[in-house]
T-cell receptor, first 111, second 115 residues
Framework: NAGVTQTPKFRILKIGQSMTLQCTQDMNHNYMYWYRQDPGMGLKLIYYSVGAGITDKGEVPNGYNVSRSTTEDFPLRLELAAPSQTSVYFC??????????FGSGTQLSVL | AQSVSQHNHHVILSEAASLELGCNYS??????LFWYVQYPGQHLQLLLK??????LVKGIKGFEAEFIKSKFSFNLRKPSVQWSDTAEYFC?????????????FGKGTKLSVKP
């Protein structure tokens, strides 16, 4: 059972470039989340989804977009990368609030 | 705004020492409380959670946490740490009945255990 799979694991972007972070889960979870983790700052919620076709903003959504066309996939899009988006990004899923299952993370640097 | 405070940024202990990591939250209503752990090179995983009932909850690997409502606290404890407990620990809070996405994390506490 793969759980939550994120790709890529590492990426370097130039300022102004765009990219999509992929997230797939195989547990048939309705809820999916994107967090960013900055050193010494804990995790901040970017966007979340409670089911296919439904997404909502979290605490720090600016500069990001998401879509949820299927239960399994929840990609995160950066349209115009900025140095402030240098971070580690975690995707997570859950069937409710009992427990979040996290992916292994994507380390993104914007230079 | 709801917030979570973890008092210690970095804790260094020797093996067999006792551990207590502080966590306080700011929301005054009913809450759900969590501790997550991130071992070096691994993803976050749930250590323990409190939803209701006995305020002393036990998690994996000998960890426990006590919910003290009057102090808005949910401190994590372990009587005797091991080198393998070296990790970063995150306290998280969700307002009961709130949006599923409304899980607020603290800034984390790094625990280093010396062999």
């Amino acid at each position: 059972n793969a759980g939550v799979t994120q790709t890529p694991k590492f990426r370097i972007l130039k300022i102004g470039q765009s990219m999509t972070l992929q997230c797939t889960q195989d547990m048939n979870h309705n809820y999916m989340y994107w967090y960013r983790q900055d050193p010494g700052m804990g995790l901040k919620l970017i966007y979340y989804s409670v089911g296919a076709g439904i997404t909502d903003k979290g605490e720090v959504p600016n500069g990001y977009n998401v879509s949820r066309s299927t239960t399994e996939d929840f990609p995160l899009r950066l349209e115009l990368a900025a140095p402030s988006q240098t971070s580690v990004y975690f995707c997570a899923s859950s069937s409710g609030l009992e427990k979040l299952f996290f992916g292994s993370g994507t380390q993104l640097s914007v230079l | 705004a709801q917030s979570v405070s973890q008092h210690n940024h970095h804790v260094i202990l020797s093996e067999a020492a006792s551990l207590e990591l502080g966590c306080n939250y700011s929301y005054g209503g009913t809450v759900n409380l969590f501790w997550y752990v991130q071992y070096p090179g691994q993803h976050l995983q749930l250590l323990l959670k409190y939803f209701s009932g006995d305020p002393l909850v036990k998690g994996i690997k000998g960890f426990e946490a006590e919910f003290i409502k009057s102090k808005f606290s949910f401190n994590l404890r372990k009587p005797s740490v091991q080198w393998s407990d070296t990790a970063e620990y995150f306290c998280a809070v969700n307002r009961y009945g709130g949006s599923q996405g409304n899980l607020i994390f603290g800034k984390g506490t790094k625990l280093s255990v010396k062999p």
